[in-house]
């Protein structure tokens, strides 16, 4: 008998966490936080309930390294867990960057930095497409998500019940990822256990269309003489930023050059040492080769901010590149606004109307970046050491619906090609979900939406 039990991402999006249990072992599918807008005052708060399962766990096998996924990983071995983590090589990278830098915002609230390495040293790396076992009778299979660098739908065979789990999933071409590669059809999925971020969420245009449109923007924002802030998450957008611009807008760099700061530099380096046709699209690989570069950071209209001719910390660099004549584009972080250099930014820059702030990320009501979509003009900034600047916006403010989850289309298609005897809705608001179950009426998979810890299914 195979049970079902939901410690987070139920009826929300964040803290994944779910349990596969029988009589005689326990898995785990991701173990992630849910963060909270800054101006709460709230620490994240962790997946509800799973510590009591620490020491009977089996194996923790993880989809992707977002924070909402992987985060909580290192509070269970703090709370006894002793057993192994399974993900994708470049996933294991990217969690030791994610981590450590949750510890060092949050300080020791869910784990300290023995917990963080002894998840590390516990951390066993897989290829996609490249099955193992997990125990007796168990195995795993990692497929590319098409979500970021290393994101994998897991595939479980449980003494010959297969459950896929999407984790987050994108059904869209990006310039790293091609299209989520779907279950094959003539091998039934017995549970699917789906993300339903965007189900109630139109995607109105393709992709490359949004992305010609930022590049329209960025000229009209260097024709009026302006700087372009371009706030974006430092995983997977700002890459996915950076292969347009360099792609799209080549020759315009020369003249208008892009500048990299915040941890987008660190996961630049990651995606570097994973360019090649195990991780990413051979699209990308072609492109590049037929430009002469080696890796898609090379394009002389890249820069970062060290490369700033101001002496003094990073601080001090920003303030000049954002007040300096010279044009400049400029991609940081965070992707909602919620602190980083993008302050630093709107503090030097934000009360100009030739500069431009272009918002290229889903933005979490009650987050800076959704009230100045919003129309917020008036904030008050926190630069992280106590200190507050009031800040007048006149910049020009423009929203570009990118997104690195799949479109209600691609959640469709998932149940069509895997043709699952039950379909679970997770990680979606409940107007998400219910979107998820209305378009999927007249299928003859039986839909359930997930409550938080509650156990859902006995099978068979």
Not at 239 to 253: C, N
Request: net charge neutral; glycine share 8%.
């Amino acid at each position: 008998m195979l049970e079902i039990t939901v410690f987070g991402a139920a009826e929300s999006v964040g803290k994944s966490c779910i349990m596969i249990s029988d009589r005689d072992h326990k898995i785990l599918l991701d173990a992630g936080i849910q963060l909270h807008p800054r101006r709460t005052g709230l620490l994240s708060t962790p997946p509800e309930g799973v510590d009591v399962y620490s020491d009977e766990i089996d194996s923790v096998l993880l989809s992707h390294a977002h924070i909402d996924h992987s985060a909580y990983i290192p509070a269970l071995y703090r709370a006894g867990y002793q057993g192994l983590v399974h993900c994708t090589t470049p996933t294991k990278d990217i969690t030791e960057i994610l981590w450590k830098d949750h510890l060092k915002i949050e300080g020791p609230h869910h784990y300290g930095i023995s917990h963080l390495h002894s998840a590390l040293a516990k951390t066993k790396t897989h290829e996609y497409q490249r099955k193992f076992s997990i125990t007796d009778g168990i195995t795993a299979e990692f497929f590319d998500a098409s979500h970021i660098l290393g994101s994998a739908t897991i595939l479980l065979d449980w003494k010959g019940t297969l459950i896929l789990y999407t984790g987050d999933f994108n059904n869209a071409k990006t310039p790293y990822h091609d299209p989520i590669v779907y279950p094959d059809p003539d091998e039934p999925i017995d549970i699917l256990l789906t993300e339903t971020t965007n189900a109630n969420r139109k995607i109105s245009s393709s992709r490359k269309l949004v992305a010609s449109n930022l590049t329209k923007a960025l000229l009209k924002c260097y024709s009026r003489g302006g700087k372009a802030i371009i706030p974006s998450f430092a995983l997977g957008r700002s890459q996915e930023i950076q292969a347009y611009l360099t792609s799209d807008f080549d020759s315009f760099l020369y003249k208008f050059p892009l500048y990299i700061d915040g941890m987008i530099l660190d996961m630049n380096m990651i995606y570097q040492k994973y360019l090649n046709e195990k991780w990413v699209s051979p699209r990308i690989l072609m492109e590049l080769k037929e430009k002469g570069y080696r890796t898609p950071f090379e394009h002389e209209g890249l820069k970062t901010i060290d490369e700033v001719s101001y002496t003094g910390k990073r601080g001090k660099k920003r303030e000049k590149l954002i007040t300096q004549e010279q044009r400049s584009i400029i991609l940081t972080t965070s992707g909602m606004l919620e602190g980083g250099p993008v302050y630093d930014y709107l503090r030097h820059g934000g009360s100009s109307s030739l500069n431009g702030l272009y918002i290229v990320g889903y933005q979490v009501k009650g987050t800076l970046g959704a009230d100045i979509i919003s129309g917020k003009k008036e904030l008050t900034l926190n630069n992280g050491f106590g200190q507050l600047f009031d800040v007048s916006l006149a910049l020009e403010v423009k929203r570009f619906e990118f997104s690195g989850h799949a479109s209600l289309d691609g959640l469709i298609q998932m149940v069509r090609y895997s043709s699952p005897s039950l379909v679970y809705a997770l990680h979606g608001e409940p107007e998400a979900q219910q979107a998820y179950s209305r378009a999927l009426e007249g299928f003859n998979q039986k839909i359930s939406i997930l409550s938080p810890k509650e156990v859902l299914y006995n099978y068979p």
